[in-house]
């Protein structure tokens, strides 16, 4: 089925990236809450409707840790993608409250079994794995979303700037290479060490520039997960970050990994964990609201 703007019932804003506004909407057919996602483009009809024609793959093939597609269309030069509404938000409003490691260990593996689905199943790679675009809701399911689907899309967004958190891997930011899987795993590594730390490795209070932060990235050893960490979590980590994209493992070989394997999956409580992690966001985005407290770390 087709949807259109005037089915949805418009909620609160969920959040607002560099390309648009992502909004919680209701849609009254199907009495389904979604997520809708604007950006706005300067394209022609004939490109709109490339992108729509492009998204439709979506339709087709389904996947426990991808975040279910529900339709697409644009008004003007707006393009409205409808997607599946994540409760607990994303991975970087979450952390916060600390994340043990097996539960890392668990949204580690739903975020390889997605990239792996994109690949083997749609043959497209991602190419913005970061905390943003990993989405958890109070069931305890870790999604991914905002992959590059759409060819047309992603050359369209491609000419907007990068931000100040980069998770370009060192050799498309030193040699501009294309982007290759090679390049998803390392945004993958830098994602989990985030996501562990609670804090983006490369902090730009610590450089003074963009440049100095991309300098970094391609000129110095990677970061690493310090020793609190078990040797399987780390050794994960550093397989990641390695430096040579040729060196980073496959994600059949990832899915091998001890740090993946180690825990039973039945046994851990990642629900448990996303409804206190959502709980404490609630928490301190009431207060930010209320002008109490610290604002949240964006
Ligand atoms: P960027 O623009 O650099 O990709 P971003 O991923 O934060 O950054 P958006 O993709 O526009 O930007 O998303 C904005 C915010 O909306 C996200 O950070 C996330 O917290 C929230 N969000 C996005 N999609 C959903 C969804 N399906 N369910 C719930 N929250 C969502
Ligand atoms: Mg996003």
């Given at each position: 089925f087709k949807i259109n703007m005037e089915e949805l019932k418009l909620l609160e804003e969920l959040g607002k990236g560099q390309y648009g506004t992502v909004q919680k909407v209701y849609h009254k057919p199907t009495n389904v809450t979604m997520a809708m996602k604007e950006t706005r483009l300067e394209l022609d009809q004939s490109k709109l409707n490339s992108i729509l024609m492009e998204l439709?793959?979506?339709?087709k093939s389904q996947s426990p840790y991808i975040v279910e597609f529900y339709g697409a269309f644009f008004i003007e030069t707006c393009v409205y993608y409808c997607m599946e509404y994540m409760?607990?938000?994303s991975l970087d409003k979450l952390y916060q409250i600390g994340v043990p490691e097996d539960v890392l260990s668990m949204i580690t593996l739903s975020m390889v079994r997605g990239l792996k689905f994109l690949k083997d199943?749609?043959?497209?790679?991602?190419r913005d794995v970061k905390p943003t675009n990993v989405l958890i809701n109070s069931q305890g399911q870790v999604k991914l979303c905002d992959?590059?689907?759409?060819g047309q899309l992603v050359q369209s967004l491609a000419k907007t700037h990068i931000g100040c958190q980069s998770y370009m891997a060192p050799e498309r930011i030193s040699q501009g290479q294309m982007y290759t899987v090679q390049s998803d795993v390392w945004s993958l590594g830098l994602s989990i060490l985030e996501t562990a730390e609670g804090?983006?490795?490369?902090?730009?209070?610590?450089?003074?520039?963009v440049f100095a932060q991309l300098s970094a990235i391609v000129g110095s050893p990677p970061p690493a997960l310090p020793d609190t960490y078990s040797e399987d979590a780390r050794a994960f980590v550093a397989l990641c970050l390695l430096?040579?994209?040729?060196d980073r493992p496959t994600y059949a070989a990832l899915l091998e990994h001890p740090f993946l394997t180690k825990y039973d999956e039945s046994e851990v409580d990642v629900k448990g964990w996303a409804v206190k992690a959502m709980e404490a966001r609630l928490v301190r985005e009431e207060e930010a609201k209320n002008g109490k407290g610290p604002a949240p770390p964006s």
């Open positions: 439709d793959v979506l339709h409760d607990a938000g199943e749609l043959s497209i790679i991602h992959f590059g689907v759409s804090s983006y490795p490369y902090p730009p209070e610590k450089y003074n520039s430096k040579d994209a040729k």
